[in-house]
């Protein structure tokens, strides 16, 4: 029990370390008065969006925790509360110093060059990162200290909360950034004929603010909920487990202290390492960012491998938990790579759709399809290596230690992902400040680097979700009685059709909510533009706050049927068809879900990124048809890789949880088998 301890002081030492770069970051140069003015937009606008969705979700938070504590009881109720309050914090502190680095790192850029911009950059990224790790790591190390073994039984409430508003989050952020992003996109650059960020259109401040409440607060709160989950489900099983019987190698016993603490001190280990990555990006005028980023990803992942394989051996007199927590840490670092492979425009499928892009917006988006599909299968290939491998070695609870392992390096990831908007913020902020070319090169650059790093953590977040969801799923099982699921079972085939086709659902009505949003957002661009003419002739001012109000409300409204239908899907299915259909339903959305998430994740920045290798020059470059195909592609791109495809990770993960916590009324119903059950 005395080394559990060890996880409070690291998360301690992480949100002390994150305040030290925030200070540093605070002292750097603004710029301009300019510069000063635009960021001032931006920053305005993100925290008054993320206060005016914490107030939406708080009526939620308020139903869920009469429910949990009528239903379940006040212990995990009271867990749930401050599991969705450290998911806000992390998303306020992460947006907070990301607002303040956009502006300091496009000043860097302008005074410094490449390396102190990127930084600047980095460091504002690595504080979101360190806040997510910190506050996740303090809560359930917290939790554990006070409550002991017992907190198995109530410690779901925490993680219940971190879901709940990181699905929110991560929706509402993502129809908001979309549809500004869209509305931009369009009307701006494909109608107007105006570079992107041009300070004319007024879309551009909005689409400024949802690279922030999207990319970083929704990203953050994303991972925060995946790095709780996954120390939960191996703190549940580590409880309900005695003995693991490993394929290679003898049984041996899993007390449930040794069993509950090891996770913990992994993930300090973890948030250290994660803390010396970040201090070894060290960047230079002529080398490739993302090379010094990798270097970072590369030695927190090395220290990790080292301390798990003394750990391993001390706790449990074996190597097999290492085994699997390395097999989780190698298949998330695998992921990125070919994640990298298929939306970086270093390689051929980026070059690929560009290509395709001479042909017109159809030949363009056919060919971003088939990059996403075929994106699935060596990612699949390899959860499913990391399973068996893990299974093999620990049984279930190798499979929570494998998330464990792929998400110990949480703060470096997430500082990685971040570091992406806040260099476009950068690169929006340069052209509205009408900063020297060369300034916006070295932004563009950044931003480059930055689409590929977002699209890395995207990959680390599906693939920890799979590992999470069925370390969950595992719990859920134990806590149930479940010990197999009988696909000759109609109750259970019809679950699995219905998990299956949830994601689907989900990915409609987020899709659909962007689409909404947008019409709305290219109708008031199109307005402004028509009755303005100043607007185009650079004598008026666009109405900014306009814009950033239609995402807001859109997002507010859009959010609240996709949040709540992760909610009520497991508990209609659990308390109608019982516990063993329920078994079916999240099995079903688990294979569904992550398939779709990495085909909409990739093909997205694969859109992305082949637009930039057009604006590089290639294929006629700004303004040539291949241009303007690859800004249609990347307009649908854009709810693929940042709402829809990010967010149905979430929901699998919030579907297992519910599942969790609420299994005991499960069982209460016609003693699990449902209300319906056969």
Known sequence: MALAVIAPVAAVVALIFAYGLSSWIGKMDEGNDRMKEIAGYIREGAMAFLRREYKTMAVVIAILFLILGFGINWITAALYVVGALFSVLAGFFGMHVATKGNVRTASAAQSGGMNRALKVAFRSGAVMGLCVAGLGLLGVGGFFIVLGVDAASVITGFGLGASSMALFGRVGGGIYTKAADVGADLVGKVEAGIPEDDPRNPAVIADNVGDNVGDVAGMGSDLFESYVGSIISAITLAVIIPVIKPAFGAEFPLPPMEGSVFPLVLSAVGIIASIIGILCVRGSENANPASALNAGTYISGAI??????????????????????????????????????????????????????????????????????????????????????????????GIALAAVGMLSTTGMVVAVDAYGPVSDNAGGIAEMSKLPKEVRVITDKLDSVGNTTAAIGKGFAIGSAALTALALFASYSQVVGLDSISLLSPLVIAGLFIGAMLPFLFSALTMNSVGKAAYQMIEEVRRQFREDAGIMAGTSKPDYARCVDISTKAALKEMMAPGLLAIIAPLAVGIGMGAEALGGMLAGALASGVLVAIMMANAGGAWDNAKKHIEEGNYGGKGSEAHKAAVVGDTVGDPFKDTSGPSINILIKLMTIVAVVFAPIFLAVNGGGGLFGM
């Open 304 to 397: 990790v491998v080292v301390c798990s394989l003394i750990m391993s051996n001390a706790f449990f007199g074996n190597f097999n938990c290492a085994v699997a927590v390395i097999s989780g840490l190698l298949v998330g670092v695998a992921i990125g790579k070919i994640t990298e492979i298929y939306t970086s425009g270093d390689y051929k499928s980026v070059k690929k759709i560009a290509e395709q892009c001479q042909t017109g917006p159809a030949t363009t988006i056919i060919s971003g399809f088939g990059v996403g599909m075929l994106s699935t299968v060596w990612p699949i290939l390899l959860i499913a290596a990391g399973i068996l491998i893990a299974n093999g070695f620990a049984g279930l609870y």
